[in-house]
C-alpha cells in the first residue's frame, strides 16, 4: 500500500489572518476612546459657558436693578436742600430702603451722601452723591449684587 502524503493545513492564532483581526479590534477601541473623550470635553465646555453665562445674566440684572434705583431717585426730584435737611448732621443715610422690582427677582436700595468723592475730596454744596445697589436674587440667596454712583448736582430754584 502507498501512502499518500497529505499537507495539513494548520492555523494558528499568530498566523497572518489572527493578527489583522487585532489590529481592526485595537484601532477600533482607540478611536472609541478618542471619540468619547472628545464628546466628554464637548461637554464640559458647553457646561461651562452655561454657567459663565448664566453668571453674566444675573450680573447685568443686578445691575439694572441699580440703574432703576438711579431712575427712582432722579424721579422723586430731591434737591440739595432737600438731602441736607433729611441728613442732619449725619454725611450719608439710606434714601430709598430695599425695593422689589415687581415680578423679578430684583430689588434695589439708594443711599446718599454729602461727603466726599472717590478720591476723598469735599463735594461743593450744592452737590450730593447717590449710592444705588441693585441685587439679583431671593432675599436670602442673592446671586449677583451691583453698585452704580452718581454725582448730582441740585439746586431748587426760588
Not at 498566523?15 to 477600533?28: C, D, H, N, Q, W
Not at 430731591?78 to 450719608?92: F, T
Not at 422689589?100 to 461727603?115: A, L, M, N
Not at 452737590?127 to 454712583?149: C, Q
Request: include cysteine.
Amino acid at each position: 500500500a502507498i501512502m499518500k502524503e497529505t499537507a495539513a493545513l494548520t492555523l494558528s492564532l499568530t498566523s497572518e489572518p489572527y493578527r489583522k483581526r487585532g489590529m481592526v479590534l485595537a484601532i477600533t477601541m482607540m478611536m472609541l476612546v478618542v471619540i468619547s473623550m472628545s464628546a466628554v470635553m464637548l461637554w464640559n465646555s458647553v457646561y461651562l459657558d452655561t454657567l459663565i453665562a448664566g453668571n453674566q445674566r444675573r450680573a447685568m440684572h443686578a445691575k439694572h436693578s441699580a440703574m432703576s434705583g438711579i431712575n427712582h431717585f432722579m424721579a422723586m426730584k430731591v434737591y440739595d436742600e432737600d438731602v441736607r435737611n433729611m441728613l442732619g448732621n449725619r454725611s450719608k443715610g439710606e434714601l430709598i430702603d430695599l425695593t422689589h422690582i415687581p415680578g423679578t427677582k430684583q430689588f434695589y436700595k439708594v443711599e446718599v451722601s454729602t461727603c466726599c468723592d472717590r478720591n476723598g475730596q469735599s463735594l461743593p454744596e450744592d452737590t450730593f452723591r447717590v449710592i444705588s445697589t441693585g441685587y439679583y436674587g431671593t432675599k436670602p440667596n442673592v446671586m449677583a449684587e451691583s453698585v452704580v454712583e452718581a454725582f448730582i448736582q441740585s439746586r431748587e430754584e426760588r
